[in-house]
């Protein structure tokens, strides 16, 4: 998926392709309301392409893409109000969030994470959070 190839174009360097992909997904889910539509997986694929699209704008310096994406994140998780793919947003804004060196954000976003991943056993995510929070 478009989602899978822009997150390893991005984890290989290749930001420009990784956020036209990522911005593929982006459109395509919201032009066909991705949120209506039948899962193929267990994770929804806008909070998985706008999580990796906030950190691809990030390290290619568009701020103001990424604080857009990143409230894009936020509301998404919001608005589905699943368990795991809150803790998922969570832990990449917190990320970002620590990256632009917006402590007391990081703090928030880690704190209701590890609450999250306490409480429904999301072990991996539960040390991803610890250490967010840290």
Known sequence: SNSTLGYILFARGDLQSARRHLEDVVHLY?????????RISPQDPL??????LLHVLHAMGDEA??????????????LLARPFESAWALSWLALYRL??????????????????????GYTLYQLVATSLEA
């Open 30 to 38: 919201a032009t066909h309301d991705g949120a209506r539509l039948p």
């Open 47 to 52: 909070i998985l392409s706008l999580a990796a």
């Open 65 to 78: 893409g990424a604080t857009r994406v990143a409230a894009e994140l936020d509301a998404h998780a919001k």
């Open 99 to 120: 990256l632009r060196g917006d402590f007391t954000d990081v703090l928030s976003a880690a704190e209701q994470a590890l609450g999250i991943c306490k409480e429904h």
